[in-house]
């Protein structure tokens, strides 16, 4: 696994050091010895290693294991604290704030809600002041950050940090990544939010060990984030995950990509929410519904299904069954092990998962649908923020 | 890219004897002094392996190359008519054979029709009579065979060398990989039929270099072959690619995997042969079709369109609408770098392309339909058989 160091190649040295942090991840504590029989390298090697590792704080040793005969052996587990890394979540109505350590121990989480419709401007302002009034408050300092992710629901250039369109922040052609790595003064990567879903799900969650997996995000508009054989998959021009816009209805409503009848015209919270908003106007009576003066929120429209409220049911379930038809396809197109729903979908899960399993049976082959996890998130809204600030962290173990 | 040999490591000679295979294959002819550049092998490493593979009869030397000072190089290229291998596509009406070698030319190519439904054990007969009657008509000697692919069209073991099913040749669960092993004496590669015509396309079409790229064959089914960052994708229980079964009509025609509406039961051949000969028996006047005594064809069918038949014609469009609704959504959700229509697909996409096209425009988001190639397979009926042919050719190359 790991390679044998000849001569001063700092490729090599940091490949191994990042082999010897990925194990002892994996195996929460292991001796030198045992680092040395995992990695093949030698025990001269991996002394070498995990001394650097422990003078620049990634590791600690954490008194004595198990003997296998002879002395008993020291421990190396990662130290806590020692290391950061933050994640941003930006939403159409809030931004969320993750920072974690390099055991990948949440030490905060923040959000700040605003108006929609934010500005770039705006979003770059309340991250500069938010993360350096944290720091400051919990006394974690500055100079051990490792970076900062960014999630954006969006398409992105990641080779120039760049985001090429975010339409329901109404951005584009925007360059966040250099401008938040001039106020952060870390280094920055920025990331599709459904994606960071995944990455958390894949880090942390019930995917640490799926190699081929798919999160379904739905939110303002509907996303996925891929892995597969054990990485990030983004496709041929960065892309890849927009399945929000699968067909349902032929000549239906017109989505905002162009095209009739997405998925996300149904499915989403946003046209969910404007669809009930509607009806209610038209003076659909919805008697579960607070029928305030003000606007109604999503907030309102889950509660008030929960409370057998017909209209909202009625809506939340009928996406749920084309919901049902993306992830009935994407198992037919992709026969992956796991498919995880997530965000706004977890906060009305109780309320129409048999609905969409069921639905998932009737339109997937038996054979694959037969061999899939169908999961609710168990990260609710925080996946793409915890997401986000995993990707610094997880470049320490070499991904 | 090569590894350098320590002792006597036999898995470590065959990865550079292919290694070293491949850069010939890719680069047609090479010196010893190029391949030991290219490989970072020493001259002496170099000179081993290329002996080795000369005495086996992979390579040849073909004469000398120019001199960039000094003596001018002997040139090493593959030896054509060296090494054989087999590939069989076994269809509803027929059965495609083509033998290779291992420089790619293609040695025979046959077809035989049979009646619909054939038995395995019929299959078995046939190969086993096709495939000796002409190694001794062509002089091909036995021994020289590395193997033999058969592309099936259905869902199947790998490891096992099983079909779990193929419904359109309504099998199941049968161990054709083991038995044709006994009969042809060869190593045998069992391969889902649109993966073939995948394969066929990396090795000696139009996506030899594209990294993510998808295969779609249109023919008694719909199927699918997934290139995923340059190499096959299967998925997590080895049927990834049944992109057949996108429901394009919630309530619509019931398929035959249970659910209804699928692409299937508008844009396969079978079901389009079978609306427009129901439509017809129902009186309907279709004056460009032959009105034959006996049973229409797909033939007649793609005749009548191409002299203009209006049902005939109604019947490809549409379903050449749907087709574009599974292509957009690919795009959406894979962002390959290309999209290869193939088989029966072939045969009438002259009329239907720009219909495709359109609909892609209308249906994907513009950002990845705007870095996709979309193209007719230039191999028609043979891809798969091609391909199956390619897979054992491939591991000689170490892939």
Not at 75 to 95: H, Q, R, T
Not at 324 to 352: C, D, H, M, R
Request: charged share 20%; proline share 3%; net charge neutral.
């Amino acid at each position: 696994m790991a390679k044998n160091i000849t001569g001063n190649n700092q490729y090599l040295k940091e490949f191994n050091q990042a082999v010897v942090l990925d194990l002892i991840r994996q195996h929460k504590r292991l001796s030198r010895k045992e680092l040395s029989v995992l990695t093949g390298l030698s025990p001269t090697a991996c002394g070498s290693i995990t001394r650097t590792l422990i003078k620049d704080g990634f590791l600690y040793e954490t008194g004595q294991g198990e003997s296998t005969g002879g002395r008993k052996p020291v421990m190396l587990e990662l130290k806590p604290g020692s290391y950061y890394a933050v994640g941003f979540d930006i939403g159409m109505n809030e931004l969320k704030m993750v920072i974690a350590d390099i055991t990948s121990e949440i030490l905060v989480q923040r959000e700040l809600k605003y108006s929609q419709g934010i500005s770039t401007e705006k979003v770059i302002d309340i991250i500069q002041e938010e993360f350096f009034k944290t720091i400051e408050t919990e006394k974690l300092s500055h100079e051990k950050f490792l970076g900062c992710g960014l999630s954006i629901p969006g398409i992105l250039d990641r080779e120039t940090n760049k985001i090429i369109m975010a339409p329901n922040l109404s951005w584009s052609e925007v360059n966040l990544g250099s401008r938040i790595r001039e106020v952060l003064d870390m280094p920055i990567y920025i990331e599709n939010e459904a994606m960071c879903s995944a990455i958390c799900e894949h880090w942390i969650g019930e995917c640490s060990n799926i190699s081929n997996f798919v999160c379904i995000n739905v939110e303002s508009g509907i996303g996925a984030g891929i892995f597969i054989k054990e990485s990030i998959y983004r496709g041929h021009s960065g892309s890849a995950g927009e399945i929000g816009h699968l067909i349902v209805n032929e000549n239906g409503r017109l989505c905002g990509c162009g095209s009739k009848g997405c998925l996300e015209t149904y499915a989403s919270t946003r046209y969910m929410l404007t669809e009930i908003s509607e009806k209610i106007k038209s003076g659909y009576s919805s008697d579960k519904i607070v029928q305030s003066m003000g606007t109604l929120t999503w907030d309102m429209i889950v509660n008030a299904a929960f409370k057998g409220d017909e209209l909202c049911v009625k809506v939340l379930e009928r996406g749920a069954v084309f919901l049902g038809f993306a992830v009935a396809y994407l198992i037919n197109t992709l026969n992956p092990e796991a498919i995880v729903l997530g965000k706004s979908f977890t906060s009305y899960a109780p309320l129409v998962m048999d609905l969409l399993t069921k639905t998932v049976k009737e339109r997937a082959l038996a054979y694959p649908a037969s061999r899939v996890k169908i999961l609710t998130s168990n990260f609710g809204m925080s996946s793409s923020a915890l997401g986000a600030a995993m990707i610094p962290i997880r470049k320490v173990f070499g991904k």
